[in-house]
């Protein structure tokens, strides 16, 4: 089993659990819960600023934030990050006790309080060597695929929703009441 990264690079999937054999996005119900947790947390990070750089420009001046590309942390404390700030999360998670969060919804919020009070990694600091995959044996993903499911959230009724037992609130979907 493969394991694949889905419109941000850090978390990554096992192939069988998102796709179908033919190598389509499988719907949310046919997705393990986990996964599907962190599907639905994609589709609301997809397009929005880098944590980092938004802390630095501020609501007034978002336009000027990198768009995201690397989520860290959980469903339920995610980091999301722009390649330049990528270290400085490093950084703070393997030298300032960040990796003390792993797991935890605070992580996120801990993080944001060290880079809001001037925290950034030291001039040169490594960050990750990526492997990259042969693209060629990867499926074809977009971010716009996530699109489709927020179309299937919206098509269901209020108590498949709940079924489904995932946290939808950041997600604009176009739901009738």
């Known amino acids: 089993m493969a394991k694949v990264s889905i419109g941000l690079r850090g978390w990554r999937f096992e192939e069988d659990d998102v796709f179908d054999d033919d190598g389509s996005l499988k719907t949310l119900v046919e997705m ?17 600023p880098c944590d980092a750089c938004y802390l630095e420009h501020g609501e007034a001046n978002v336009a000027e934030c990198n768009v995201g590309s690397i989520v860290y942390g959980e469903p339920t404390g995610t980091v999301l990050l722009c390649g330049p700030h990528e270290s400085d999360f490093l950084y703070w998670y393997r030298e300032e006790g960040g990796s003390d969060l792993a797991g935890e919804p605070e992580l996120a919020n801990a993080f944001q309080e060290w880079f809001a009070d001037g925290g950034r990694a030291p001039a040169g600091y490594g960050g990750l060597e990526h492997v990259e995959e042969d693209r060629d044996e990867l499926p074809d993903v977009n971010p716009g695929a996530l699109d ?18 995932a946290d939808v609130e950041d997600l604009d979907l176009d739901i009738d009441e």
């Open 32 to 48: 393990p819960p986990d996964t599907r947790s962190r599907i639905l947390r994609l589709t609301a990070l997809v397009g929005e």
């Open 148 to 165: 489709s499911l927020e179309d299937e959230l919206c098509a269901m009724d209020e108590s498949e929703r709940e079924e489904l037992d």
